[in-house]
């Protein structure tokens, strides 16, 4: 079982706060492992040994739990002390009960695999009473731990993402693609079909692939709409919303709103659309994408796990990747496979020279040789930020 050390100063620092602490992200991120790691924690102190109660929701003995009211009284049987319950959402009245235990006294730990419901629902009935700490899958840093230093580490991640479960495969092509296909389909039916009730599970099935095939092209639920029905399925504007909500809610897709740069303000129309994780790729189209929608991807993954507050932006016709925006400063960011010819190089840093403040432009491509800074735009080692680098390279 391998660490994530990114993660657990974060957890440490939140043990023994009295509030409810939620690990969230996508299914088979890594959440669980995680979970079991502080549970370890809490045994190695004075104050919980032996008192440490962990419960997998997803397990059939667990099943006799699934109602509040039931857990509350099972648990009273033990000891006070912490408790860690895994998927909770799979308990009706979590909420209550989370509450309840906090109130008692409780160390209380929980994951969830569905935004919504750790958003909309634990606003009303825990404000102030729980932080949320998301769970992405592996960084390039931390595959390269998992894959215990291989060669082609970046190349194995760009094809099949970041699941911590695909290296128990070996990384085996065959076994890999069958488990990302069974990992989606398991999140798209348990967190997205039966927690929401979707009838038309074709469209939805449709329209996640749709989100992969158009990774990082600004869209509107009326473009897929039109989209779909030149594929002869007919679908509303409210239906397509709808069901990217809830794609959106499983974490299986982000969206990115639209940043005015020069108005300094989001727009409702033109947002993006990313993967959870790139592996999603493989899982939707039979293949890992393209390179460009691939690497745009990743960046995007890597700025959410180092706490940014991502957008993409306008400067009239002209679109940025990402506006990045943490500690007041906003970075602008483009992403590119390779420099190219300079025209096209020209074409790539155009949009980053129309921004006129003095917040830092960079440009992240794969070139293999450094390039000097151009126009005031500077110019990062993309493998190096996603292996934990610096955003804004130092001016060269």
């Known amino acids: 079982m391998h660490s994530r050390p990114r993660y657990l100063p974060l957890l440490d620092d939140w043990i023994g706060r009295p509030v409810i602490k939620a690990l969230t992200g996508l299914r088979r991120s890594g959440k669980t492992v995680l979970l079991r790691q502080v549970a370890e924690r809490l045994e190695q102190r004075l104050e919980w040994a032996g008192r440490v109660v962990l419960?997998?929701?997803?397990?059939?003995?667990?099943?006799?739990?699934?109602?509040?009211?039931?857990?509350?009284?099972?648990?009273?049987?033990?000891?006070?002390?912490?408790?860690?319950?895994?998927?909770?959402?799979?308990?009706?009245?979590?909420?209550?009960?989370?509450?309840?235990?906090?109130?008692?006294?409780?160390?209380?730990?929980?994951?969830?695999?569905?935004?919504?419901?750790?958003?909309?629902?634990?606003?009303?009935?825990?404000?102030?009473?729980?932080?949320?700490?998301?769970?992405?899958?592996?960084?390039?840093?931390e595959f390269d731990v998992f894959s215990e230093g291989r060669a082609d580490a970046f190349e194995q991640h760009l094809v099949w993402g970041g699941l911590p479960g695909l290296h128990e495969l070996g990384l085996s092509e065959r076994l890999c693609s069958e488990y990302l296909r069974s990992v989606f389909a398991t999140i798209l039916l348990r967190d997205v079909v039966a927690r929401f009730a979707v009838r038309n599970v074709p469209l939805l099935e449709r329209l996640a692939r749709f989100v992969a095939s158009s990774v990082g092209t600004p869209h509107s639920a009326l473009s897929i709409v039109r989209y779909l029905k030149s594929q002869r399925q007919a679908v509303s504007v409210e239906t397509v919303q709808s069901y990217v909500r809830h794609l959106e809610a499983a974490y299986l897709v982000h969206s990115v709103p639209r940043w005015d740069v020069r108005g300094k303000r989001h727009l409702e129309i033109g947002e993006k659309l990313y993967l959870g994780d790139v592996g999603l790729f493989h899982a939707l189209m039979g293949h890992s994408g393209d390179i460009n929608a691939v690497l745009e991807n990743l960046v995007f993954l890597e700025l959410r796990r180092r706490g940014h507050h991502v957008s993409h932006g306008s400067v009239g016709e002209l679109e940025i990747d990402f506006v990045a925006a943490r500690d007041g400063q906003n970075t602008y960011i483009q992403v590119a496979y390779l420099a190219g010819a300079p025209e096209t190089r020209d074409r790539e840093l155009r949009p980053l020279r129309a921004v006129k403040d003095h917040h830092p432009k960079v440009r992240l491509s794969l070139d293999p040789h450094p390039i000097p800074t151009d126009d005031g735009v500077r110019h990062g080692d993309l493998r190096g930020f996603l292996r934990g680098g610096a955003l804004v390279p130092a001016h060269g």
């Open 55 to 141: 419960v997998d929701m997803e397990l059939l003995s667990s099943d006799p739990l699934r109602e509040a009211s039931a857990f509350h009284a099972w648990l009273q049987t033990r000891p006070r002390g912490a408790v860690l319950i895994d998927e909770v959402q799979e308990i009706a009245g979590w909420e209550r009960l989370t509450a309840s235990l906090l109130a008692e006294g409780w160390e209380v730990w929980l994951t969830g695999s569905n935004a919504h419901l750790l958003s909309s629902e634990l606003g009303t009935l825990l404000t102030g009473r729980i932080i949320e700490l998301p769970v992405y899958p592996l960084s390039l840093r």
